[in-house]
Nanobody, 121 residues
């Protein structure tokens, strides 16, 4: 399984950005896809997750109502639409895939390389 994240960049507070994560080699062990982020000097934290069917989605409280996770199984791609971005959203964003529905980063088996999102004032 390989994951390739893209879409990061420099934006201003209040702007929107959409991250993409292209996946290859997905199996039943990668039914669940998630996004995490890591700000400088901080631990990696959960952002959002989605099941294969998109029936269930989960969001961190800090992004709920602003971010939307979705996936296109035909394209093997997961998206993170980020609206009303805040300075505190600045971080490297990672996509992940795994077979367990969880917010715990260590339980995800596969990771993308990360894409940097910088939100300025």
């Amino acid at each position: 399984v390989q994951l390739q994240a893209s879409g990061g960049g420099l934006v201003q507070a209040g702007d929107s950005l959409r991250l993409s994560c292209a996946a290859s080699g997905l199996t039943f062990r990668t039914d669940f896809m998630g996004w995490f982020r890591q700000a400088p000097g901080k631990e990696r934290e959960f952002v959002a997750a989605v099941t294969r069917s998109e029936v269930t989605r989960d969001y961190a409280d800090s992004v709920k109502g602003r971010f939307t996770i979705s996936r296109d199984n035909a394209k093997n791609t997961v998206y993170l639409q980020m609206n009303s971005l805040k300075i505190e959203d600045t971080a490297v964003y990672y996509c992940a895939a795994g077979g367990i529905w969880t917010r715990v980063a260590a339980r995800y088996s596969y990771w993308g390389q990360g894409t940097l999102v910088t939100v300025s004032s």
